[in-house]
């Protein structure tokens, strides 16, 4: 049951990111008068880069934490 629950969160992660990455590639082709985005999604990830960037250290073990949960995959997995 339990690896039942981590590949329908791993699924539903990977529906998001895939999400975010049109609402970018969106807001870049048609600025950021796009309706059914509702904000600024570049402008968001742009400032959460900046301030990730400007804690220093902690940044960077941030952003490793966040690479390493999305880069893992369970023993088995073929991606």
Same mark, same amino acid.
């Given at each position: 049951?339990?690896?039942?629950?981590?590949?329908?969160?791993?699924?539903?992660t990977e529906l998001g990111?895939? *999400? #975010?990455? /049109?609402?970018?590639?969106?807001? &870049? @082709?048609?600025?950021?008068?796009?309706?059914?985005? $509702?904000?600024?999604?570049?402008?968001?990830?742009?400032t959460l880069v900046g301030?990730?960037?400007?804690?220093? *250290? #902690?940044? /960077?073990i941030s952003i490793g934490? &966040? @690479?390493?949960?999305?880069?893992?995959?369970?023993? $088995?997995?073929?991606?």
């Amino acid at each position: 049951m339990m690896n039942n629950v981590r590949v329908w969160l791993r699924e539903v992660t990977e529906l998001g990111l895939l *999400l #975010v990455a /049109l609402a970018v590639v969106l807001q &870049i @082709l048609f600025g950021s008068a796009i309706p059914f985005i $509702g904000g600024d999604v570049v402008g968001n990830i742009t400032t959460l880069v900046g301030k990730l960037g400007n804690d220093g *250290l #902690v940044g /960077l073990i941030s952003i490793g934490i &966040i @690479l390493y949960l999305f880069q893992r995959r369970p023993s $088995g997995a073929t991606a």
